[in-house]
């Protein structure tokens, strides 16, 4: 069969589609991404169907490298809500104490077990989430390694069979001991102050339009580009910083790239960037890296259970609870949410609960895990992998 660009195209978006409805049905426990490996991997290394730069021919691979991962980085900081951050400062130190965590077992027992490549090309994916992956992906392409692109991307598609079960169920554990000490009894405090940075108007109807918000996410992106040369900061954390603080002021609008209806094709053009390499690949030879894969796992989910213990600790939390928040790294959004509501509705199930008490347990976990998400898939992992990548070779 000879591959067109728009058939390449259409092949690679409906493996993904199929993807996500199987990682829909499943809840999350099959991932999109484990699906359209295996699919690429039978067509592409086994049955020698498609061709090699199937990627390449659908044309989404040149997206990112050019300016696709510039607009999805800077997209990326203007999701940040600082009133939120605020709030769950608590929650923030503990999810980064658990991506410590990661840093600290991969980098010492992991690169002692399966040597200092796969340690550090494991460290990223494991703290986060696609772009963390698509980063490290690049370096490794770039330093002619796509088999470590490979492992890369293996690594955030398997992450979540460690994860998930292991965050359900110290959430729901926490869940039952906030309810047997009257927690859901009390409504959730915080501090109800916003964080009000903005210095422009709302963006004008004659500029709510595709193009000038592709416009207005380039233009921030080029000066944390500029900001970046000027200053020697590493340029994936200025991509994050400038498209946040652009956000608040006002010059962009929060997650721009879904506003200008580019995000659609620049998740497609993502995905395909972080699996090109699998369209070549042998079952045997990725037999080859699940030792490894699971075992960098294994030790990256050990490491986030003692750190961020260690973190709530100090802030007198339930390590129950301070796992679970530190695993959110493995999960990331919408599992974050998933795994929250799913541990309300278990735990308050069979319980005369009133709508105010569920919802105060509620209040409890839900914003955390989806905090913690943030901090660590959105921003702590994106930032790593911007640092760790060019180590690695």
Wanted: with cysteine; hydrophobic share 55%; net charge neutral.
């Amino acid at each position: 069969m000879e591959f067109s660009p728009i058939t390449a195209f259409g092949f690679v978006a409906l493996t993904f589609a199929v993807g996500d409805y199987i990682a829909l049905k499943t809840r999350g426990i099959v991932s999109t991404f484990i699906t359209a490996i295996l699919v690429f991997i039978l067509f592409g290394g086994v049955l020698r169907v498609l061709p090699a730069d199937l990627m390449d021919r659908s044309g989404l691979t040149a997206l990112i490298p050019t300016f696709g991962m510039v607009l999805i980085l800077t997209n990326l900081g203007s999701t940040l809500d600082l009133h939120a951050l605020k709030k769950e400062w608590r929650t923030i130190l503990v999810s980064l104490a658990g991506v410590a965590g990661v840093i600290l077992l991969c980098a010492t027992l992991g690169q002692l077990l399966f040597g200092r490549e796969y340690a550090l090309s494991a460290i990223a994916p494991i703290s986060g989430g696609i772009v963390a992956t698509m980063i490290t992906g690049e370096a490794a392409k770039t330093a002619g390694r796509v088999d470590l692109a490979s492992f890369a991307s293996a690594v955030m598609a398997l992450q979540i069979l460690i994860g998930l079960p292991l965050a359900s169920f110290f959430l729901r554990k926490s869940a039952v001991a906030y309810i047997g000490r009257g927690g859901h009894l009390q409504s959730q405090s915080g501090d109800s102050r916003r964080i009000n940075l903005r210095i422009l108007p709302a963006t004008p109807q004659s500029l709510d339009t595709p193009t000038a918000h592709f416009a207005r996410l380039a233009a921030t992106g080029a000066l944390a580009q500029g900001f970046s040369e000027l200053t020697g900061l590493n340029a994936t954390i200025c991509y994050l910083l400038l498209g946040a603080l652009a956000a608040a002021v006002g010059l962009l609008d929060r997650n721009s790239l879904q506003r200008a209806g580019g995000d659609g094709v620049m998740l497609l053009a993502t995905y395909a960037y972080c699996t090109a390499s699998f369209v070549t690949m042998s079952l045997s030879q990725f037999a080859s890296i699940l030792l490894p894969v699971f075992g960098l796992l294994v030790l990256g989910a050990a490491g986030v259970a003692i750190c961020s213990v260690l973190m709530g600790l100090l802030f007198h939390w339930d390590p129950s609870l301070s796992i679970a928040v530190g695993l959110c790294c493995m999960l990331g959004y919408p599992v974050t949410y998933a795994v929250a509501m799913e541990v309300v509705t278990g735990a308050s199930f069979g319980r005369d609960f009133t709508p105010e008490q569920i919802r105060n347990l509620t209040d409890y976990v839900l914003p955390k895990m989806l905090i913690a998400g943030v901090a660590s898939v959105s921003v702590a992992s994106v930032a790593l992998a911007g640092v760790v990548a060019p180590l690695i070779f």
